[in-house]
């Protein structure tokens, strides 16, 4: 039972578009989401996290969006740039166990 | 920057060998955690420790499968013996616990043949 699902395998984007990365979830018991990056060769690097108590967080280019009534969340990267390609994943956790679910990932290339 | 670090970070292995993996979590780092990812697919927990005592070992094949973390700093998994179904990479990473950031070192690379 997959809990977490990137339903995308792959996106590809122009330099300097928008790219939106989605996810969805199952567990309504989840309450912290996270966004990994993850280059070939290397592991997952932390990128953006948001708390089910606020609906958006923003870091420089990248934002994330909570909506929890539809158990989805989105990573915004604005402008998408060539560094940016790699693959992206999503996790949730429940507070207390602080258990990670990952989703299956989302290689993201952005074209120049 | 501190990193975590893993050995080795590739390695070939025959069916029914024994293999093992080592992690140097962050220093300061009281939670480590080893996860596999098989291709095509997130990371899968496989066992978390809060200092020296496993906290989840849940999705661990223990018949396989071992980890340990004697003085609560490195950490070392071991599989014994090994099946194709098997190659995947594993990552290890650290965090100071909660909600902090998790850290990832770059990953064994197994191969099973």
């Known amino acids: 039972d997959q809990q977490v699902k990137q339903n995308s395998p792959s996106l590809s984007v122009q330099e300097g578009r928008i790219s939106i990365l989605n996810c969805d979830y199952t567990?309504?018991?989840?309450?912290?989401f996270l966004w990994y990056k993850k280059y070939p060769a290397e592991g997952p690097t932390f990128l953006i996290s948001i708390s089910s108590i606020k609906d958006k967080n923003e870091d420089g280019r990248f934002t994330v969006f909570l909506n929890k009534s539809a158990k989805h969340l989105s990573l915004h990267i604005v402008p998408s740039q060539p560094g940016d390609s790699a693959v992206y994943f999503c996790a949730a956790l429940t507070s207390g166990t602080y258990k990670y679910i990952f989703g299956t990932g989302t290689r993201l290339k952005v074209l120049a | 920057e501190a990193e975590v670090a893993q050995s080795p970070r590739y390695k070939i292995t025959e069916k029914s060998q024994a293999v093992a993996f080592w992690c140097d979590p962050i220093s300061g780092h009281a939670t480590l955690y080893w996860y596999r990812q098989i291709l095509g697919q997130g990371p899968e927990l496989l066992v978390q420790?809060?200092?020296?005592?496993?906290?989840?070992d849940s999705q661990l094949p223990k018949d396989r499968f071992s980890a340990e973390r004697l003085k609560g700093v490195d950490s070392t998994l071991k599989i014994q013996p090994a099946e194709l179904g098997d190659s995947a990479m594993y990552l290890c990473a650290s965090s100071f616990g909660g909600l902090e950031t998790q850290y990832f070192g770059p990953g064994t690379r197994l191969l099973v043949l």
């Open positions: 420790f809060q200092d020296e005592s496993v906290v989840d």
């Open positions: 567990n309504s018991m989840f309450d912290y």
